[in-house]
């Protein structure tokens, strides 16, 4: 068995794909768009075949973001080793996306960085 896929809904559905394809490599489908419902969306596809759907819809709930809570709280990319983890985080800092921790060792042995990407949410980076 293996996840099919993971969703995340967000306002900017444009801009969210923009940074997963720059800074991740990810490769997007066509859009989806119900034009009863104004839904639409992308699956993102990275090198592995794990998939992203990005999804917005025009009356979408903004409930308060808290980065301790219940529920999935972040998305963790694996790119290879701690010299790109560096880099990685480097780069996203300098595109002005705040890091939240790292890069570090965290105590059970990975070495990682996250930052607040697209509409708050955490992102890891790791080896």
């Known amino acids: 068995m293996k996840i ?7 306002k900017d559905l ?8 720059k800074f991740f490599g990810a490769k997007s489908n066509n859009l989806y768009h119900n034009t009863k ?5 992308y699956f993102l596809t990275f090198d ?8 917005t819809k025009p009356d979408i ?4 973001l808290s980065f301790l809570r219940l529920g999935l709280i972040h998305l963790a990319f694996s790119v ?3 010299e790109d983890v560096d880099k990685l985080t480097r780069e996203l800092e300098q595109a002005g996306y705040a890091i939240f921790s790292g890069p570090r060792t965290t105590g059970d042995g990975y070495y990682e960085s996250c930052i607040i990407g697209p509409e708050n949410n955490l992102i890891e980076i790791t080896v």
């Open 4 to 10: 099919e896929h993971v969703a995340m809904y967000v």
């Open 14 to 21: 444009e801009g969210t794909k923009d940074f997963f394809i």
């Open 37 to 41: 419902t104004g839904f639409m969306s």
């Open 48 to 55: 592995n075949g794990c998939r992203l759907e990005i999804m």
């Open 61 to 64: 709930d903004d409930a308060t």
């Open 80 to 82: 290879g080793s701690k």
